[in-house]
């Protein structure tokens, strides 16, 4: 097998499985920014990507998809159940943001997640050319910088975190707090969404390892007695900013928001929500704070709609069982209560949409609502803003998303109060086209110049400078 400069390794490959009309099956792009963003990167050097097919039990050789080189990582149905729903999302998932829902401590789980951690690394290792360079993603994969690095010195290793990264009071729980750093600081630099999730992490290698640290660098000792500099620093994802420009200049989809607005019997003022069904998006806080208020007949039926799409997600892992049950019940109490039979409050779609249909329906909503309890960055934030080519509409936005520290001129709201939720949703809904014109605008400059492809470029300019300084 030809090795490649440059290798991706996440826990999903950025292509989904579909099985055609006439049985036949292939691979698709799949939507995530990610893939977009390093499509130039891996075009250029002829890059390889390791990943996950998403379906238990696949066993596929390596495969070449867009200029891509694709390399299966099989999971077993067991790993998906232990390492995938158990370790990563039953235990780091949770416990990363800020112990919303409990997180749960199973040693078979760790023993999952450290086994197809190392099949991982392994697949990178053989995967990539001598002196070659390695990204990893996200928190699936915390100790493959690690084992990478002790397969193969030679490489340079980057790890980008996509989530947040705990307070050291809540990381402490952790029973492997210090494998799972010390699997981090493999990495020559380690990237996360915000300048405090890079603090979190310099206090808890402080704390755990007893490691010095100077601004954003770590002193990490190696085998030999000498030391090399890790880079812990924030590097803020984005969306492919251009793409969505353009979808939102379509007449046609412009044609389709007139159409659903259309077709939801056109209110004075159309919410929305647009999150994977997750505890950590705070649906069930923005749907109180809109029940209230019908309640308190400061809006009426009528005039406001709210549309929530909830993407499904992990739908095997119970406290995801448990808030769809949560949440399928408000909105059944929220509409029973409150509906005409002309209008409804909430209309939810358990559903996931293409593209070209959630450009629409950003450009239908008159306020997107974000109210996220915990999030690394939230893209759906800059979706929207990216979105309206028209420098229209309201964006009500979380301070515990990451998104909140780039789009300062949102309405920004802690969800948890929900006095002011409902006070800011009021003035989202009553915002003069004047005030709606200058804050997109402004928030519109920054996901323009700080789309995705500048942070890849960022990240890995900073890459490669750690690697000639350690
Ligand atoms: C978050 C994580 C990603 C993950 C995505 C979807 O954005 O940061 O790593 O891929 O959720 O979740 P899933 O479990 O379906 O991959």
């Known amino acids: 097998m030809t090795r490649a400069e440059f290798v991706v390794v996440a826990n999903r490959l950025p292509v989904d499985h579909i099985v055609n009309a006439d049985g036949t099956d292939g691979w698709r792009p799949s939507p995530g920014g990610l893939v977009t ?105 915390q100790l493959v910088p690690k084992l990478l690095r002790e397969a193969r010195p030679d490489l340079t290793i980057g790890y980008f975190h996509h989530i947040p990264f705990p307070a050291y009071g809540l990381y402490s729980q952790l029973p492997w707090r210090r494998q799972v750093l010390e699997g981090l600081l493999g990495a020559d630099v380690i990237g996360f969404q915000r300048v405090a999730d890079a603090g979190n992490f310099a206090r808890a290698v402080r704390r755990q390892l007893r490691y010095e640290t100077k601004a954003t660098g770590i002193r990490v000792p190696e085998a030999d007695g000498s030391f090399r500099t890790a880079l812990a620093k924030a590097f803020p994802i984005s969306i492919d900013t251009a793409s969505y420009v353009e979808l939102a200049e379509r007449a046609d989809i412009q044609a389709r928001a007139a159409e659903i607005r259309e077709s939801l019997g056109n209110p004075k003022k159309i919410l929305l929500g647009v999150d994977r069904l997750d505890y950590t998006k705070g649906i069930r806080h923005r749907m109180k704070a809109f029940g ?65 249909e959630m450009v629409a329906l950003y450009l239908a909503a ?105």
Request: hydrophobic content about 45%; charged content about 25%.
């Open 37 to 141: 963003a390093l499509e130039p990167v891996m075009r250029s050097t002829h890059g390889a990507w390791v990943g996950w097919p998403g379906q238990a039990d696949v066993e596929l050789e390596p495969f070449d998809f867009d200029g891509t080189r694709l390399v299966p990582v099989t999971l077993t149905a067991e790993d998906v159940e232990l390492y995938y729903e158990g370790f990563s999302n039953d235990t780091i998932w949770p416990l990363y943001h800020d112990v919303i829902a409990a997180p749960r401590y199973r040693r078979v789980w760790w023993d999952a997640y450290v086994r197809v951690n190392e099949r991982f690394a392994a697949a990178a290792a053989d995967a990539t050319a001598e002196g070659g360079t390695v990204w990893v993603q996200d928190y699936q994969l």
């Open 292 to 356: 209230e208020l019908i309640e308190d007949g400061r809006i009426s039926v009528e005039d406001v709609t709210l549309v929530q799409v909830a993407s499904p997600s992990r739908e095997r892992v119970q406290a995801y069982i448990e808030l769809r049950d949560e949440i399928e019940l408000t909105v059944t109490r929220v509409n029973g209560d409150n509906d005409t039979l002309g209008h409804s409050a909430i209309r939810y779609l358990h559903q996931g949409f293409p593209r070209e």
């Open 366 to 470: 008159d306020v997107m609502l974000v109210t996220a309890l915990r999030d690394g960055m939230n893209l759906v934030a800059k979706e929207y803003v990216a979105s309206r080519v028209d420098n229209r509409g309201a964006l009500v936005l979380s301070e515990f998303a990451g998104a909140a520290d780039e789009l300062g001129t949102s309405l920004r709201v802690n969800p948890h109060d929900i006095g002011a939720l409902k006070d800011t949703i009021l003035r989202a809904i009553d915002m003069p086209p004047a005030e709606q014109g200058r804050r997109m605008r402004a928030m519109r400059k920054k996901v323009i110049e700080n789309d995705v492809a500048a942070w890849s470029r960022s990240f890995l300019t900073a890459l490669a400078a750690a690697k000639e300084n350690s």
